[in-house]
């Protein structure tokens, strides 16, 4: 006879390997930041201690909150724009199919052409400040929300769909049950790309466009020689990306409890 399976058993152990090998990696890079900036002139490469007073200084003063809440601001606004109108326009290009291949091809050169060329025409067309801000984050971010929304609302198994509506289920049902489940991997795929082109469009339209925000406190920290509070900014904003992409781990496990991970 075999032994009973205690509950829990199979399930897999977290390993305590991969936070220390993080640990150990961190304080491997820092000890190489601190040896090197030794060796340099501090005003062109600042040493981790003087990256943590610059920490301070801006804290006490409030001007690292104050840029990073202006920062926060435009790339929600911008974030939560770009995902509305994105699954909106990609549920409808699909159930109208002639409105994806008209715009599809024009969304696309749109996609290839780099953040930074479309700030002087948002310049001339739409001006400086907020709206400035947010229609440069905002058109980082849709486009690849869009279209692989898009294309995964199209692969959405069309026997699923048949069988469902054959019993009886309303559109709504078969939209909610099947089709928004089975295009989730692309949307969350297109969340994700979105993410980081948002990040990186928000930097350029800070610097380019307002001069607010943490792309602008970098930007005046460099005409002031000022690179420890240029480093801090930096990090600050490299943190705010790691911490997105791990809430939008988390956001996937939850809207896909079918997913296993190794």
Do not use: H
């Not at 220390?20 to 190489?32: D, E, I, K, S, Y």
């Not at 790691?242 to 896909?256: N, Q, W």
């Amino acid at each position: 006879m075999t032994p009973p399976v205690r509950a829990g058993r199979g399930r897999p152990r977290r390993s305590w390997r991969t936070p220390l090998l993080r640990l150990a990696t961190l304080a491997v890079f820092l000890g190489c930041w601190l040896l090197f900036s030794a060796s340099v002139d501090p005003l062109l490469f600042p040493s981790p201690v003087r990256v943590v007073e610059a920490y301070r200084e801006m804290l006490e003063t409030g001007e690292l909150v104050g840029a990073a809440w202006t920062t926060a601001w435009t790339f929600a606004v911008s974030m939560v724009l770009a995902v509305v109108a994105g699954l909106a326009l990609a549920l409808l290009a699909v159930r109208s199919g002639v409105l994806g291949s008209i715009i599809d091809p024009y969304l696309l050169a749109l996609y290839a052409t780099p953040v930074i060329v479309m700030v002087p025409l948002i310049i001339l067309w739409i001006g400086v400040g907020d709206v400035g801000r947010i229609t440069l984050v905002f058109i980082g971010a849709f486009i690849p929300i869009y279209v692989n929304a898009e294309e995964g609302l199209r692969n959405v198994r069309a026997d699923l769909v048949e069988v469902t509506a054959s019993f009886g289920a309303s559109r709504r049902d078969v939209v909610r049950e099947v089709v928004i489940p089975g295009a989730l991997p692309f949307i969350a795929a297109g969340l994700r790309i979105g993410l980081g082109r948002a990040l990186a469009a928000i930097v350029v339209a800070e610097i380019f466009l307002s001069l607010t925000g943490l792309g602008g406190l970098i930007q005046a920290s460099v005409g002031y020689l000022r690179v420890d509070k240029m480093v801090a900014a930096a990090l600050v904003l490299s943190a705010a990306g790691i911490l997105t992409m791990a809430l939008m781990s988390r956001l996937e496990k939850r809207l896909e409890p079918w997913r296993t991970t190794t």
